[in-house]
């Protein structure tokens, strides 16, 4: 018999195998007794269970060892699905002879592509000393490793392996996109911080085994890492003046938009507000997508989700969404790029949809005509 996952649960089925114990919680009933509340995970989603007659001693196994070989059954409770547990054993990965990375959601695209199209449009920034910043941070030791493995946020928006990673290339494109409606706009500043803005997560966030906060998350938070980290690594980038240096932690610091959001400042430059609501933008269109996926709506059944959070409402599924929200995807998110400099045949030969290229971040030295990337 094949492994048991939680996307395939339905009501009244019995239940026996290995899930991930993402958070769990001792209470005591009103008779007394004692009970643990629990949300398992795999790589398909996550469902609550319940654990009725329980002890001391057996939530704390729960704590030290996070795997549970779960036996039980599943029972519908408020509109939701829910796994009324009957046996448990607490067990370590090794013991579960287990991979934690397997129980975690993972981005539908290819990390190997993501990072390479990420590196390229890095490589096409024209200002050296704000290229060599970025390159700098995103290189920190565990940077790589981060970057290819984090997601950007623990529930609200690309919560999965690789979310980080498929969040910046998103936002490069929206951002290329816009850079070539208003050219004005700074390319090398956009760039560094659609990479940077939210590169902090990576020590925000603790993603072993299930997505949970680090106490450097916790007490710090990714917006002043992330400026930390560049005002590090820019104490050994020759040339680059302060002012760019100024521009980019503003960027960074002011991403979520408002004070009240966490941001310590407002977005007070043409790029900074840019990048907040692209940023704002990106997170809330996949949102939707993902609780629409979530959700898988049947064709003549309801089209809404629960109440959404993150986007204040219940959220409504047209049903030609059945026909696209599907399909398989692209190796990088969005459409691939066209206008991604001249080709190596032909240097005159750049992609129509091309913009005149933005002035570089350092200087105001830029050519008047050619590609987007220059």
């Known amino acids: 018999m094949g492994r048991m996952y939680l996307k395939d649960l339905r009501r009244g089925m019995s239940v026996s195998d290995v899930f991930l114990v993402e958070s769990a919680n001792f209470k005591q009933a009103r008779n007394g007794s004692h009970f643990v509340q629990m949300v398992l995970r795999d790589c398909t989603g996550s469902v609550r269970a319940l654990r ?15 795997f549970a070989l779960t036996s039980g059954r599943v029972e519908e409770y408020q509109g939701n699905l829910q796994i009324v547990v009957d046996e448990l054993s607490s067990l370590s990965a090794e013991d579960a002879k287990v991979n934690p990375a397997d129980f975690l959601p993972r981005t539908r695209h290819s990390i190997d592509a993501m990072e390479a199209e990420l590196r390229t449009i890095i ?16 290189d920190r030791p565990g940077g790589g490793e981060g970057l290819r493995g984090a ?38 500043m956009m760039v560094a911080g659609v990479v940077l803005h939210d590169l902090g997560k990576i020590g925000e966030l603790d993603y072993r085994a299930g997505f949970s906060y680090t106490m450097e998350g916790q007490l710090v938070g990714h917006i002043s890492m992330a400026a930390q980290w560049i005002d590090e690594e820019a104490r050994n980038v020759d040339g680059l003046d302060n002012e760019t240096l100024l521009e980019l932690k503003h960027i960074v610091l002011s991403h979520h938009g408002k004070m009240e959001y966490g941001s310590p400042k407002v977005p007070a430059t043409a790029e900074a507000l840019a990048l907040h609501f692209l940023d704002n933008l990106d997170a809330k269109l996949a949102g939707y997508l993902d609780a629409y996926r979530n959700v898988a709506p049947r064709a003549d059944g309801d089209r ?13 599924f047209p049903r030609r969404l059945d026909d696209s929200a599907h399909d398989e995807p692209q190796e990088t998110p969005g459409r691939p790029l066209s206008n991604s400099g001249p080709s190596a045949a032909n240097p005159a030969d750049s992609s129509p949809a091309s913009a005149k290229p933005p002035r570089s971040a350092g200087g105001r030295d830029s050519d008047e005509t050619g590609s987007l990337f220059g």
């Not at 009725?52 to 996070?66: A, C, G, I, K, V």
């Not at 490589?123 to 995103?138: D, F, I, Q």
């Not at 993150?310 to 409504?316: D, E, I, S, V």
């Open 151 to 188: 997601p950007a946020g623990k529930t609200m928006h690309h919560a999965y392996i690789g979310g980080l990673l498929e969040h910046m290339l998103s936002l490069s494109k929206l951002a290329l996109g816009v850079i070539d409606h208003y050219p004005w706009l700074d390319y090398d």
């Open 304 to 316: 809404f989700s629960d109440y959404n959070v993150m986007l204040g409402t219940r959220l409504f």
């Open 123 to 138: 490589g096409n920034m024209k200002s050296v000393p704000l290229r060599t910043l970025v390159e700098r941070v995103l």
């Open 52 to 66: 009725w007659e329980s002890n001391p001693e057996e939530f704390r196994q729960l704590e030290t060892n996070p």
